[in-house]
């Protein structure tokens, strides 16, 4: 198709370059805020330029913390949130390919049965589900420990079902071949399904690492101990800081470097995401 | 290197449908057996009942004399060719053929040594570190032998491993497959749905039809001496002509319709009156000379194909079309009449109720 049309060109790009412009803004804003001093944001015009206090500002979040929000360190925070983003994305991933390998490979009484049970956990986000869960949570110890974080986040098969479509397009002749050259069960699924659904491996962890990374209201619920909060429940504490001043440039310095480990894995699983993309055949 | 013994075969799937039944085939070492028949007739059911991928419900199936039905594909020292060729995508051409041998338990200097043979046999050793998407559709296919080559099984299993290529390529490789059967000197069985093939490659060949053997025997036996009906026109191309009678009221002849008849000078068992189907092949009609043929073709449409021409006709007073294969190049328009011949031992006869082959030859 030739196109030669240089006025909607330009209005394209305009268009474009606007809608980035404005997507950006507000990470440029917290950008600029997180290096100033809290009078400097509470004042008319608010500042669009870099202040000179950025250094002080992000070392004390890294070291100390803030006294007004219980004073944990910024980066144990982090730490404690790519645990759990770690965990969960692990453990679903985990969870669902081996379900989905049994449901889609093997013969057992109930197998349908029991992918629709699967299926139904996706209409049971952990919202709907928090009181029993919590309930359960609390009765097995679990409140305050990084596996009550973590487990029952991870205990719905929600990429079952995206694994289970994808082995369903792999030919049944591989399977046959493979049973051939002597391969059994674990060793079919270690040397051929796992290798060939690296793409979609990928691309869920993207999707559920920022899940997990972004959880709010169940870090809240099972964490009162300083040592387990999580970056975005931190976040959330510095603004409630009462009669105080809100320190606007550290809550804005927070978010500046609670973003960093999402955009990371965006960026470095996106080359592989988009490569076997590309590459995909069977 | 195996003999494999089929006793009574049959497979009964859970829903009560029976896609072979009473397949008894005794396969020599190192012979070239292939199983061929329309799409459904349950060829591949055998296959993968040898290979072990479905299993048996009745009769028996030995290799080497030993009662396999209950082991495992892996453990039954076969390997297969698959049709689509079943390549694991993610690994090289060398990782494809080393799989097997690894899980095994080979060890490294052995299995280098069987795939350095096997890509010199294939002509792969340039492709061998690639990535199967990145080979044709004949390499692929080769890569897929070459995998079960190195195994060194006692039985090579196909499932029609041509189908997918295109016309050219097929000749090639059936070439280089009947080669690579003298070499190995190992039992193969082929499963395919083109006669063409089934007859350039087997050493014998299993016609089947609707879940039964048709006919066991040679490429020549079953040109030659189809056993039914549905033998004669399965194998040959364009296929066996089929002209449906009666056996005539002197038992030596077959009469067409009301009007037309013809005297085949040797009697016909059964008694008259008795439908028949008489079938002769294309190849084997000639023009009489002179005119004074048995048969007159009305001639519909003709095939030229360079070496020969195939004329479509009708027989006046028979039903059902007929074929004829003239040597070169000729002309005919349609609604010519040819006076058509046919030798006496070229002529079929089967019963049209039963399809069976009649013993007319008593010729």
Known sequence: ?282 | MATLHLNALGKTYPGGVTAASEVSVEISDGEFVVLVGPSGCGKSTILRMIAGLETITEGELSIDGARVNDREPGERDIAMVFQNYALYPHMSVRKNMEYGLKNEGLPKAQIAARIAEAARTLRLEEYLDRKPRQLSGGQRQRVAMGRAIVRQPKVFLFDEPLSNLDAKLRTQLRAELKALHRRLGATFVYVTHDQVEAMSLADRIVIMNAGRVEQIGTPMDLYLRPASRFVAEFIGSPSMNMLEGRIGADRASVTFGQASALSLGFDLPGPAGHPIALGVRPEHLHLAPGGAGGIDLAVQFIEQLGADTVVHGAVPGAAGPLAVRLAGVQRYEAGAVLSLACSAENLHLFDAETGVRLAADAV
């Open chain 1, 1 to 282: 198709m030739v196109e030669n049309r240089p006025i909607l060109n330009i209005l394209t790009h305009a268009v474009l370059i606007l809608g980035v412009l404005f997507l950006c803004f507000p990470v440029w804003m917290a950008l600029v805020a997180s290096t100033h001093g809290a009078e400097a944001l509470s004042r008319a015009p608010i500042p669009l330029w870099f202040g000179g206090q950025g250094w002080d500002n992000y070392t004390q979040l890294l070291s100390a913390g803030l006294p007004a929000a219980g004073g944990v360190p910024i980066g144990m925070m982090m730490m404690n949130s790519l645990i759990m983003a770690l965990v969960i994305t692990f453990g679903k991933i985990a969870i669902s390919i081996i379900s989905a390998y049994a449901i889609v490979y093997f013969r057992f009484p109930f197998r349908m049965g029991f992918f629709w049970m699967i299926f139904l956990t996706l209409m049971l986000p952990v919202e709907v589900r928090i009181l029993p869960t919590f309930d359960v949570v609390t009765r097995l110890g679990m409140l305050n420990t990084y596996a009550g974080l973590t487990i029952p986040l991870i205990a719905s098969a929600t990429a079952t079902f995206l694994f289970r479509q994808f082995f369903l397009t792999i030919p049944d002749e591989l399977v046959e071949a493979a049973r051939i050259d002597r391969a059994g069960p674990v060793r079919f699924f270690i040397d051929i399904l796992l290798p060939m659904s690296r793409t979609n491996i990928a691309a869920l962890f993207i999707i559920l690492f920022i899940y997990g990374w972004n959880q709010y209201l169940w870090p809240l619920l099972v964490t009162t101990e300083e040592g387990l909060y999580t970056v975005v429940m931190g976040i959330q504490r510095m603004v409630n800081s009462g009669e105080a001043l809100p320190v606007w440039h550290f809550v804005m310095g927070t978010a500046i470097l609670g973003m960093i480990p999402p955009v990371v894995v965006v960026v470095a699983m996106q080359k592989l995401f988009v490569k076997g993309l590309v590459e995909s055949e069977k």
